[in-house]
């Protein structure tokens, strides 16, 4: 309780900001980054926060930042008041009830291009909307609003978040023609191979090739099937692709398949608060509309 009382004066939640990235991320200069400022900027801010409360909140350690017993016991008290300002914020943006303000949509680098037409029929439909794309293969954390809706392959989306299931996404394998004559008779797992890197890796596909191609076989590695199609063209390896986006290049044949690969949903998401704005709702809706008739191209013809 003494703790409390001493600081509690002291506490400026634009100081917390800059404490709790550095407990996530592990060091200075990840928090830096994830903040956009420079690494001196988080170093001073840390270093004066911790002589303002007089409590050493992290040990510096070669591995990084860990916090120390009372800076720990500090940093979870201060957690339930972050969980608390990230739900009001949730609430206050799902009470507004003006289609007008802004609505951030996140999604890959290959499903954001098929998102384009129902983002801009949204738009045309709600002038007073500015729409905010966010492309990026990594998942935003909903929870703290860093993005309205989310359009994420899944098997499994998280079970906390509101989601509509819009079409399936299939995969096929891929390479060019003079590929395919070279290895015509090598099995297809033996052939060179484009691997995946986090967090394509933890896809079903993913986990496909680590189950069923060796490592020797792969001679380079993506995190974003936009690159592994453009190594797959120039025909040095062959790639598991989106049927989206293997089946669009001029350059690659899909191989036929004794056994299918797996398949994923594609999944709308947001908060379950944040969907109460009607702006997000509607957002939400045209979305899945959009997706939906592009289903042929994501599932692919058979």
Known sequence: MRLW???????????LEYIFCVATTGSVAAAARKLGVNHTTVLRRVQAYEQSINIRIFERLRTGYRPTPEGGAFLDAARAIETAVDDLNRKVAGSEARLSGTVTVTSTDTIVPMCIDALTTFQNQNPNVVVNVCVT???????????????????????????????????????????????????INQRPWIGMEVPLSGSVVGEWMTQHIAPEHILFRANSFNTLRDLAETGVCQAILPRHVGDSSDRLLRLPLSTPLPT???????????????????????????????????????
Not at 165 to 171: I, Q
């Open 137 to 187: 293969n990594l998942h935003l954390n909903l929870d703290r609003r860093e993005s309205d809706i989310a359009v994420r392959a899944s098997s499994n989306p998280p079970a906390h978040l509101v989601g509509e299931h819009a079409c399936d996404l299939g995969f096929g394998i891929y390479a060019t023609s003079e590929m395919t004559k070279k290895f015509a008779q090598v099995p």
């Open 264 to 302: 994923t949903g594609i999944w709308v998401l947001s908060h379950e608060d944040v969907l109460r704005a009607p702006r997000v709702r509607a957002a939400k809706e045209t979305l899945c509309e959009g997706l939906r008739a592009n289903r042929a191209a994501f599932e692919g013809p058979s």
């Open 5 to 15: 009382c001493a600081v509690m004066h002291n506490i400026r939640w634009s100081d």
